[in-house]
Nanobody, 126 residues
Framework: QVQLVESGGGLAQTGGSLRVSCLTSGRTFSRSTMGWFRQAPGKEREFVATINWSGSILYYADSVKGRFTISRDNAKSTVYLQMNSLKAEDTAVYYC???????????????????WGRGTQVTVSS
């Protein structure tokens, strides 16, 4: 059974930092593009960041560029999202996603992803 399990969410203050992780199992994602998306209450799911299989191609949403960093450790089957300088508008459920095909570049479109985690809540307060 393929699983993507997010962890590391929680409560942070404005200007603070959090790191969320996505542990994958059930299949190898070491050759697959991975992504982070988020969904705030009453809003549509939106792209946050993506990383290709080797970590050489990274894309970010304009709203998080310069503040968030996506990375991966294929040996640990884990993808990370380091979030710095957090803002109240970063409050959302954060989802990890993985593509089913291999050796692709990063993707901003949620429709390109086949596997999804259940999400982890990130709340930023002042």
């Amino acid at each position: 059974q393929v699983q993507l399990v997010e962890s590391g969410g929680g409560l942070a203050q404005t200007g603070g930092s959090l790191r969320v992780s996505c542990l994958t199992s059930g299949r190898t994602f070491s050759r697959s593009t991975m992504g982070w998306f988020r969904q705030a209450p009453g809003k549509e799911r939106e792209f946050v960041a993506t990383i290709n299989w080797s970590g050489s191609i990274l894309y970010y949403a304009d709203s998080v560029k310069g503040r968030f960093t996506i990375s991966r450790d294929n040996a640990k089957s884990t993808v990370y999202l380091q979030m710095n300088s957090l803002k109240a508008e970063d409050t959302a459920v954060y989802y990890c996603a993985g593509r089913r095909d291999t050796y692709t570049s990063g993707s901003r479109d949620y429709r390109d992803y086949f596997y999804w985690g259940r999400g982890t809540q990130v709340t930023v307060s002042s």
